[in-house]
């Protein structure tokens, strides 16, 4: 299995700023994903973020709000920018079996993110 | 796309009763992965028990068992003597090339 810490675990943040979220993975992974889950909700596949190339996005969401960075096999961060109270959710990494992939995800403990 | 439904958005059991959670789904295709994954209030997503849909038997992890059901595209998770530590929203997902969530269901424990 694989372990994923997440960074922080919860921020309160005001309204047009930015905030970067950490993952780092006790493993290489070939791909990491982003979701987000609002309040009460289920969650959201927001990107898939590949080593090497740039990030694929799901019908709405945008680089531009929701830039990502995979410098390497074993780390990502999720930037979201120009917040909003709209952007208060949790948002979680995961990663798929590298030994099967496709077969099982794991996930980080999640970031809390309030926008005031 | 593929979508996936839970009816039940809150469940109520008693503590050492059994609860069956619903799950259906909306698929093409004939091999793909089924899960069910709890979140408890830390947020962490913990995978409880995964299916595979080229398996016939029904897969069962200690007191977490489904009963999966390929031509009516339904998987249902069956939790026996529930604990209160089983208090959580439990999620439904699809995996083929990516993973699909139900809405969840909330799952109370009456002591």
């Known amino acids: 299995s694989a372990v994923i810490s997440q960074k922080p675990s919860r921020d309160i943040c005001q309204r047009g700023t930015s905030l970067t979220i950490q993952c780092q993975v006790d493993?290489?992974?070939?791909?990491m994903f982003w979701y987000r889950q609002q309040p009460g909700q289920s969650l959201t596949l927001i990107a898939t973020?590949?080593?090497?190339?740039?990030?694929?996005?799901e019908s709405g969401f945008v680089i531009d709000k929701f830039p990502i960075s995979r410098p390497n096999l074993t780390f990502s961060t999720l930037t979201v920018s120009n917040m909003s109270p709209e952007d208060s959710s949790i948002y979680l990494c995961?990663?798929?079996?590298?030994?099967?992939?496709?077969?099982?995800?794991?996930f980080g403990q999640g970031t809390r993110l309030t926008v005031v | 796309a593929q979508t996936v439904t839970q009816s039940q958005p809150e469940m109520s059991v008693q503590e050492a009763e059994t609860v069956t959670l619903s799950c259906t789904y909306d698929t093409s295709e004939s091999d793909y992965y089924l899960f069910w994954y709890k979140q408890p209030p830390s947020r962490q997503m913990i995978l409880v028990i995964r299916q595979e849909a080229y398996k016939q038997q029904n897969a069962t992890e200690n007191r977490f068992s489904v009963n999966f059901q390929k031509a009516a595209k339904s998987f249902s998770l069956k939790i026996s003597d529930s604990q209160l530590g089983d208090a959580a929203m439990y999620f439904c997902a699809y995996m083929r090339n990516m993973l699909t969530f139900g809405g969840g269901t909330r799952l109370m424990v009456k002591p």
């Open positions: 493993s290489q992974v070939t791909m």
């Open positions: 973020a590949n080593q090497g190339s740039e990030a694929t996005y």
């Open positions: 995961s990663v798929e079996d590298y030994r099967a992939p496709g077969t099982e995800a794991f």
